[in-house]
């Protein structure tokens, strides 16, 4: 099997991972590499076309491609290099981390640091229960953003979305603007949890129904969803019986919450903490394994992209310190 060589190797190219890669590529001679398992980097910066990203950075507000594009050519200028359609199956305890691609196979790749950016990724059906049948037209936010905004495929007629955080509320105004109907958006808390400029811009601006204190009890439909049967919670967010409504649609779209993506962390042995669902970190970034370092939603979900940038530019220039035998 054969080995490469790198003084440090950053897991996932999404926001988090090209920032540290860039920030640890200051100190030129340290050779960077970026493993990506998608074939460009960029991440979910590649499907969200609203203009809230790179206001830290870049002191403009870009949409996430350009967000994405602007990170890309920095990279390129950087001198990091980039391993794309490129799976990371484990880390080992030999400092290295064995990867698989369509053109070279199997194979090891060496460090002196690692820094872990796999980002996150959406709850599913599964992780709220909704009871009923199983039909299609039921996805993740995510999952129809991805379908409308990089394959250019219209997915649904009449949509009704459950969770009003930031991605169900810009979905809302993104599905509308495509040319469908969004029914309503049901929340379960008696607020809403994305920004109120959201909720303004996204939801009362196209007179999209906002039901708090409601949530998804019912779906109906054989080969594609037919509707969706809504109800009031309880302080307890219970269903309380006899508020039901039935609701016509032909997709339902979740935004319930995003989970960090730590299969490799926890396989690898690194402590987790149960609250983030994220490694245990240091304030130099560092995990409890000496040499591997965290950022971005891999450690906890961020809000905001702007914090993912400033602590995984931290990580990066941590790692670089930790190969070059600084303390600070």
């Not at 790198?6 to 001679?29: F, H, K, L, R």
């Amino acid at each position: 099997m054969e080995t490469l060589t790198y003084d440090i190797v950053v897991i996932g190219g999404g926001p988090a991972g090209m920032s540290a890669a860039v920030e640890a590529a200051t100190n030129q001679s340290l050779k960077v590499l970026i493993v990506e398992r998608e074939n460009r980097l960029g991440g979910i910066l590649k499907q969200c076309i609203h203009s809230e990203f790179g206001l830290h950075v870049f002191n403009e507000a870009l949409t996430g491609p350009e967000y994405a594009e602007r990170m890309l050519n920095t990279i390129q200028n950087s001198g990091v290099e980039c391993l794309v359609d490129t799976m990371v199956l484990s880390i080992n305890k030999d400092d290295s981390i064995t990867v698989v691609n369509a053109q070279s196979g199997l194979y090891a790749i060496k460090y002196r640091a690692l820094i872990l950016a796999m980002g996150c990724r959406e709850r599913s059906r599964g992780s709220v229960i909704i009871p009923g049948t199983r039909p299609s037209g039921v996805m993740t936010a995510g999952a129809a953003q991805y379908y409308v905004t990089i394959k250019g495929d219209k997915v649904a007629n009449r949509i009704f979305i459950l969770g009003s955080g930031d991605i169900g509320l810009i979905m809302a105004r993104q599905m509308t603007i495509e040319g469908a109907t969004v029914l309503g958006v049901a929340e379960p808390m008696p607020y809403s949890n994305g920004l109120r400029r959201n909720v303004v811009q996204c939801l009362e601006d196209y007179d999209i129904p906002l039901y708090l204190s409601h949530t998804v009890v019912g779906i109906r439909g054989d080969a594609r969803i037919e509707g969706v049967t809504v109800a009031k919670v309880d302080a307890d967010y219970r269903p309380i019986k006899g508020t039901e409504i039935d609701i016509d649609c032909d997709t339902l779209l979740l935004a319930v919450g995003l989970i960090p993506e730590n299969e490799l962390t926890r396989v690898a042995g690194i402590d987790m903490c149960e609250k983030t669902s994220g490694p245990i970190i240091d304030n130099r970034m560092q995990t409890v394994r000496p040499g591997i370092f965290a950022c971005g939603n891999v450690v906890q979900v961020h809000e905001f992209d702007n914090n993912i940038a400033e602590e995984s530019r931290s990580a990066g220039h941590n790692a670089a310190q930790f190969v070059v035998g600084v303390k600070e």
